[in-house]
């Protein structure tokens, strides 16, 4: 597999704070490693003076389909709910809710990258807190669509990035000025993610609506 930052990090425009300021930042990590199972990294890439923007990556010890397996158990993060796509009640919305509480400035996440053993799933920001309201929401469609996007179940992506738009749409700017200043809507994550494969020299888009592969350029958010 390759290595599994080398993709999205070479190009990442953000300008990271190994070491954020941020009170409660030590409990809000533990808490998101105890109920992932994960090793968290949390850095800060704020740019305004507004709120603070974090980086979270965890790094778990799970293959893809078995972090899916658990997800539909309720046993990692316990965020199924057939009732609604944000549960306000995981552990993810607790801990964020709770760092919130206790700093004056607003907290809010630009990206989260999950780390397994043979694939990262890479989510970006879009709205504000697009993160936290949607996670439960694309990691059940990530296990509704497995199978077509690992090609009938032969190939696992060793990376997944979410969302991605296709390059034709930019032909329209007021589109791009609406993804650059987090103008987006849920649907945004459910129509195209960006799929790497070992047996693809680049990556490729997958088509939610069609569940299909296809080629094409795509736009990937570098905030």
Not at 4 to 20: C, E, V
Not at 171 to 199: C, P, Q, V
Request: proline share 2%.
């Amino acid at each position: 597999m390759s290595n599994k930052q080398d993709n999205f990090r070479d190009n990442l425009k953000l300008k990271l704070d190994d070491n954020p300021q941020i009170k409660g930042l030590t409990a809000f990590r533990k808490s998101l490693e105890k109920d992932y199972f994960s090793n968290v990294a949390i850095r800060n890439c704020s740019t305004d003076t507004t709120r603070e923007n974090l980086v979270i990556e965890m790094d778990c010890n799970f293959k893809l389909v078995e972090v899916l397996s658990h997800l539909q158990k309720g046993t990692w993060g316990r965020i199924y709910s057939t009732q609604n796509s944000w549960s306000k009640s995981s552990p993810f919305s607790k801990a964020l809710r709770s760092l919130n509480e206790l700093n004056r400035r607003r907290i809010d996440i630009e990206e989260l990258s999950i780390f397994l053993k043979d694939s990262s799933i890479i989510i970006k920001n879009i709205f504000d807190n697009s993160i936290e309201e949607q996670l439960r929401q694309i990691l059940q469609t990530i296990a509704e669509h497995y199978v077509y996007f690992t090609k009938k179940l032969t190939e696992t992506p060793y990376e997944i990035y979410i969302p991605v738009f296709e390059e034709d749409l930019f032909e329209n700017d007021t589109k791009l000025k609406n993804i650059r200043a987090g103008n987006n809507d849920k649907k945004d994550y459910f129509e195209y993610w960006g799929l790497y494969f070992d047996s693809e020299k680049d990556a490729v888009i997958y088509d939610l609506k069609n569940k299909s592969i296809i080629f094409g350029d795509l736009f990937m958010l570098n905030h």
